[in-house]
């Protein structure tokens, strides 16, 4: 549960949280919430059964293909609580899902923790860069996700904004 805590406090945009209540239909991860027993019917054997209550907790779902931070985003974290076929589900909402959280897993696991945030941050955008181009009506535009996933303090700035900074400093001075 401490995880939830640093899904808060990073440089990355803050979740918001999102809410689910009615019939049980929100998986934990893929399946519905359920519990394992013993099968009256085949002694020494175990079943899956629907959970009539009960909480469930999923962390942050990832793998690694090809290289040890090649990461690859599974599923969010939830929490759940069934009672009698309903649920409460507490999922975390995030801009672009997928880079959101392979970023920040990245984040986390492979840059140098003894460095302040803005060192970390220039670390993870050279080593684990989030540019993809993306096509629609015909217009290939390219998309810098961390424009998108990381708080405006922490977002790589635009040409326009690093001239006009530079502008302001020289003419600040006259």
């Known amino acids: ?36 027993i013993k099968d009256p019917q085949n002694p020494g054997r175990m079943k899956f059964v629907d959970k009539k209550i009960g909480f469930d907790f999923c962390k942050l779902g990832w793998k690694t293909k090809w290289r040890d931070n090649d990461i690859r985003f599974e599923w969010g974290p939830i929490f759940s ?33 003894k ?8 670390q993870m955008k050279k080593e684990f860069p989030q540019n993809w181009t993306r096509t629609s009506d015909g ?17 790589p700035k635009e040409v326009d904004e690093v001239r006009d900074e530079k502008l302001t400093k020289i003419l600040g001075n006259i």
């Open 1 to 36: 549960m401490l995880e939830v805590y640093y899904y808060f406090k990073s440089p990355f945009v803050t979740p918001k949280l999102k809410f689910y209540f009615g019939k049980t239909k929100i998986g934990t991860p893929y399946f519905l919430p359920r519990k394992v």
């Open 81 to 113: 609580f069934v009672f009698f076929g309903y649920q409460l589900a507490i999922t975390l909402n995030v801009p672009e899902q997928d880079h959101y959280w392979e970023s920040w897993i990245f984040y986390t696991l492979y840059t140098d923790k």
């Open 115 to 122: 460095l302040p945030v803005k060192d970390r941050v220039f």
């Open 139 to 155: 217009q290939t535009q390219k998309i810098d996700m961390y424009q998108t996933t990381l708080k405006k303090k922490w977002r």
